[in-house]
C-alpha cells in the first residue's frame, strides 16, 4: 500500500449540540487542521448520512467547504448510511493513492437532534428493505431478531449485552468527547426499558449530534493506514444465508488484513460498531479475534476490557461516546490514531502500534474495516 | 495520467417514469454491462442527489447493488448536488487510479416526479445558501439574476437564450433517450410563461426522472478519460466576485486542461450543463471556447450547432434530454463517450476525437470538467 498518513484529527464533542451541522462539522475541522498544523488541502470529503432529512441541507460538502473559507478546491460527499465516516475516509485513501491529491481534509458530521426522537426513528429506518419496513420493522427490532437467534444458537446470557453497555460507558467516561459520562450498572442496563425485546434501551446507541475530522497526507503524520476493506451484503434478513455473522464485515475484513499482510491476532485494539450491544460482539467475531459463538464469553471475561487483552471501544463506542450516525465511522479512526499516537488522554492503552476499526451501514448492509499502524515509536510524542 | 477507460455505457429513457428509482438506475447499469460485455466489477459507485428526499430512500448504494446481485463488493455514494453524475465518475476513476480496483460500475440517477413539482422546487431549492434561501430564493430567480446582469454588462438579445433551447431540442429529436422529443420554435419559447423574468418555460431544464452508467476499466474500452477538475465557490451570490463567471467552472476546467496537456482549442464537441439556457453560454466562456461576453453571439452564428464548428450539447443537453438532477452529470460523459466512439446514431459528430463535459453543483458552487479521448481509430467500431 502507498504510505499515507494521519497528520492530524479532531472531534466536535458530541451530545446533544445547540449549534447547526455546519458549525459542528467545522469544530472539528478547525481541530483536525490544528493538530495536523497545516491549513492547506487539495479536496475536502465530507460524510453525512442525511442532513437532507435531519437538517433540510443539501449540497453539504459545498456549504462545509464555503465555512472552511476553503473554495475553490474540490468538495465532495460520500455516504454509506452509518457507515458513511468511514467510506467518507475510504474515498480521500483513494484519492491521495492515485496521485492527484497530496492533502485532503475529511470530515464527518451528523445532527439528529435537529428532529424529535420519532422523526429520527423514522429516517434511520429509510435504510431497512423497502417490503420489511413497510411491514413495520426499524432498526432496533432487526437488531433484536438477529439477538434472540445469537440467544438460541449460542447460549448467551443477559450478563454479557449488559457487560458490554457497562464497559463501554465506563470507557466513555475517560473520553472528554463522549455524549454519555457516567457509570452504569447491570441494574440500570436491565431494568432500563424494553425498545425491542430482547433489546433495552441501555443496549441500544444514542441518537447524538456531533463531528470527526481527519487531515491526511501523503508525506507525514502519526499513524499511517495500511488496510482498508469495504463489503456489502443483501438487505433483507430472508436473503441472507446467516443471520449471526455479517457478511459484509467479514468480507471488509478479509480484504483489510490481506492489503495490511496480518492476521487479527496482530491488532492491539479495535474500535467496533456497537450500535446494539449485540453488535459489538458479532463484529468481534466476524474480525476474527474470538471464535464464532464465543464472543459473549470474552466479554464476561473482561478480556475486551480497556485494561483487557484486546481493548474494544476505548474510546466508549457508538453506545457511550454516541452515534451522530454520520461521524460515527471517522471518530473511531480518530480514536485508533489517537492511541497509535499516544494522545488519548486517561484512556491511553498500553499497547497500541496496530489498531484496527469496523463500521456498519444500515443494518449491515454496508461495512468497511480499516487498519492502521503507529508511525512514532511508542511512548514518544 | 493513468489510462482509464470506458468499457461500456448505458442510459435509462429520460422523462417521467412509472418505474422505481431502482428500477431505473438498474436498468441503465445493465445496458452499461451489456455494452462493456462483462459483468464483474470490484466496486459500484452511485450518484444521487436527493433520494432522501425525492423518494424516501437511503444507503442508495447498497438499494442498487443488491438489487444488481453483485453484494458483497464495495458500494458508495457520491453526492456534489447537480453535478453527483460527475463526481461520482470522478471518485471511480480515483479508485482505479490508485490501483486497488480494476474494473468499476458507475450509476448515478434520479427519480423526481416521485413528488409533486412544487415540492420538487422546495427540495432543489435547499442546494440555496441559507440566507438567500430564507428570503424566498429558487433556483430560477437566481438564474434570472445572473442572465439579467449579462444582459445589462453584454448586451445579450433574447434571440440568443432562445436559440439555445430551440439548438438543444432540435438535437434531442435525435437522441432516442431524449426526455423531449419535438422541434420548438422561437414563438413557442418567447410565448411560454415566464417562471423568473427574463427566464420562461423553455429556458429551464425539465424535471425529469432518469439515469445513467458506464463501465470503467484499467485495460480496455472506447474512449479513455485525459482530464479532470473539479472547483468550488461561495454558496451566497454577495461574496462572489462576478456573477457571470463561474469560479468552480474557471477552476475546474483550469486542472482538467493542465491533466489533459491541451488547451481548449483541441475539444471537437461538449456537453455543457444547461440547466438554464444563460448558463450554457456562460459555461462556454468559462470553458474558453469563446471570449467572455461573446458566448451567445457565437450561439446565434450557429458555431454551436450540431453541425457547427464546435457542437455544443449533442445530445439534447439538460433541457431537452431531461434533467433527472443526480444523473445528468453521469449522461453528459455518456453521450462524449459515445460521440468518441462512433456510437451516437443520428446524432453522431463528423470529428469527434476529444470531448469534454461540463457540470453545475447547486448554483454553480460545486462544479466539474471531464476530458474524454477517443480509442479507436476514426470511423472503426
Redesign the interface.
Known amino acids: 500500500m ?1 504510505e499515507i498518513y494521519i497528520a492530524g484529527c479532531g472531534l466536535a464533542k458530541f451530545g446533544k449540540r445547540e449549534e447547526s451541522l455546519e458549525e459542528i462539522m467545522c469544530e472539528a475541522a478547525e481541530a483536525a487542521i490544528k493538530e495536523a498544523n497545516c491549513d492547506s488541502f487539495d ?1 475536502v470529503y465530507v460524510g453525512a ?2 442532513p ?2 435531519f437538517n ?4 453539504i ?3 462545509i ?2 465555512h472552511l473559507g ?12 452509518s457507515s458513511t465516516g468511514a ?1 467518507t475516509f ?2 480521500a ?3 491521495i ?5 497530496k492533502r485532503i481534509l475529511v470530515i464527518a458530521g451528523e445532527k439528529m437532534t435537529a428532529v424529535s426522537t420519532p422523526r429520527a426513528t423514522e ?1 434511520l429506518a ?2 431497512i428493505e423497502k417490503h420489511e419496513r413497510s411491514l413495520g420493522a426499524t432498526m432496533p427490532a432487526l437488531a433484536a431478531i438477529i439477538t434472540r437467534r445469537y440467544i438460541y444458537d449460542y447460549k448467551m446470557t443477559r450478563e454479557a449485552l449488559s457487560m458490554v453497555a457497562i464497559k463501554n460507558h465506563h470507557n466513555g467516561i475517560l473520553n472528554p468527547y463522549a455524549h454519555f459520562q457516567k457509570e452504569i450498572t447491570r441494574e440500570i442496563v436491565e431494568g432500563s426499558k424494553i425498545v425491542a425485546d430482547p433489546l433495552r434501551l441501555y443496549d441500544c446507541s444514542p441518537i447524538s449530534d456531533g463531528a470527526a475530522a481527519i487531515v491526511l497526507s501523503n508525506e507525514t503524520g502519526y499513524a499511517k493506514v495500511i488496510g ?1 476493506g ?7 434478513f430472508h436473503q441472507r444465508e446467516n443471520l449471526l455473522s455479517f ?2 464485515t467479514v ?1 471488509a475484513a478479509e480484504k483489510a488484513y490481506k ?1 495490511a499482510g496480518i492476521t487479527p491476532k496482530d491488532i492491539d485494539f479495535a474500535e467496533v460498531h456497537d450500535a446494539f450491544t449485540p453488535f459489538e460482539i458479532i463484529g468481534t467475531e466476524d474480525l476474527g479475534f474470538f471464535e464464532k459463538g464465543k464472543g459473549w464469553l470474552a466479554v464476561l471475561n473482561g478480556e475486551t476490557d480497556i485494561k483487557g487483552a484486546l481493548p474494544i471501544n476505548p474510546s466508549g463506542g457508538l453506545k457511550a461516546r454516541g452515534h451522530p450516525v454520520g461521524a460515527s465511522g471517522l471518530a473511531q479512526i480518530v480514536e485508533a490514531a489517537w492511541q497509535l499516537g499516544k494522545r488519548a488522554g486517561k484512556r491511553q492503552l498500553e499497547k497500541a502500534e496496530i489498531g484496527l476499526t469496523q463500521s456498519i ?2 443494518l449491515a ?2 461495512n468497511l474495516v480499516t487498519i492502521l499502524q503507529a508511525c512514532l515509536p511508542a511512548g514518544r510524542r
Not at 56 to 59: A, G, I, Q, T
Not at 70 to 81: G, K, N, Q
Request: glycine content about 8%.
Open positions: 502507498k479536496a448520512m442525511n437532507e432529512d433540510e441541507e443539501s449540497d460538502s459545498s456549504v467547504t464555503d476553503l473554495t475553490p478546491i474540490p468538495a465532495t460527499r460520500i455516504e454509506t448510511a467510506s475510504d474515498e485513501i483513494y484519492a493513492a492515485s496521485g492527484y491529491f429516517i429509510e435504510v482498508l469495504h463489503g456489502t451484503d443483501y438487505m433483507a457478511r459484509s468480507s492489503m451501514g444500515g448492509t454496508n
